[in-house]
């Protein structure tokens, strides 16, 4: 049964940069049928799509996020990765990463972790 | 501000039938089929309950069923539980530029 789990730092300073892992468990990464992204829900809003990425390394974000967000694969390691730089308060929120749809567009998130919570705060 | 529009909440008696809309644009909701909905219980992660607008996962039941008429989709629950009694959100794909875009959520009641 396909797992996702998600850990990093639960507490970020003004101005650095976020950094998380989601790790997959129960079933391969090199799916060439599905993207692994990300999703963020600040605390009492609905949910924001960041971004995805393929074992292939294609990858497509939000264009809000762009600017600041890198998000990476490591196939070896069943794991992918969100980097968010210059980080205020406005991205303290939960950080959930989910298995994403693909044909051949990315769509629909039908396996998510259980989320993370990140606070920007000094 | 979301870029799908979705009531802030609805409400039903169990045992009865709501629809809780998502409008979009020709850009997104009504530019493709590919409309899903999620169903999120305090403090838990968001749960896929429609795809393809109409298509259900293995597992939900088919009390839960999505559709789509121009630039609106909607969920249809029907024979109201009170376990049904969650945050719903609709979820679209938006084009080669912005990808992917949320609703701002409904809340379902089950009085």
């Known amino acids: 049964q396909l797992q996702l789990q998600e850990s990093g730092p639960g507490l970020v300073k003004p101005s650095e940069t976020l950094s998380l892992t989601c790790t997959v468990s129960g079933d391969s990464i090199r799916s060439s049928s599905y993207y692994w992204g990300w999703i963020r829900q600040p605390p009492g809003k609905g949910l924001e799509w960041i971004g995805s990425i393929h074992y292939s390394g294609s990858s497509y974000y939000n264009p809000s996020l762009k600017s600041r967000l890198t998000i990476s694969i490591d196939t070896s390691k069943s794991q992918f990765s969100l980097k968010l730089s210059s980080v205020t308060a406005a991205d303290t929120a939960v950080y959930y990463c989910?298995?994403?749809?693909?044909?051949?567009?990315?769509?629909?998130?039908?396996?998510w972790g259980q989320g993370t919570t990140v606070t920007v705060s000094s | 501000q979301s870029a799908l529009t979705q009531p802030r909440s609805v409400s039903g008696s169990p045992g009865q039938s709501v629809t809780i809309s998502c409008t979009g644009t020709?850009?997104?909701?009504?530019?493709?089929?590919?409309v899903s909905w999620y169903q999120q219980h305090p403090g838990k992660a968001p749960k896929l309950m429609i795809y393809d607008v109409n298509k259900r996962p293995s597992g939900v039941p088919d009390r839960f069923s999505g559709s789509k008429s121009g630039n609106t989709a909607s969920l249809t629950i029907s024979g109201l539980q009170a376990e049904d009694e969650a945050d719903y959100y609709c979820c679209s794909y938006a084009g080669s530029y912005t990808f992917i875009v949320f609703g701002g959520g409904t809340k379902l009641t089950v009085l």
């Open positions: 989910a298995r994403v749809g693909y044909s051949p567009i990315v769509k629909d998130m039908d396996v």
């Open positions: 020709s850009s997104d909701v009504g530019g493709y089929d590919f």
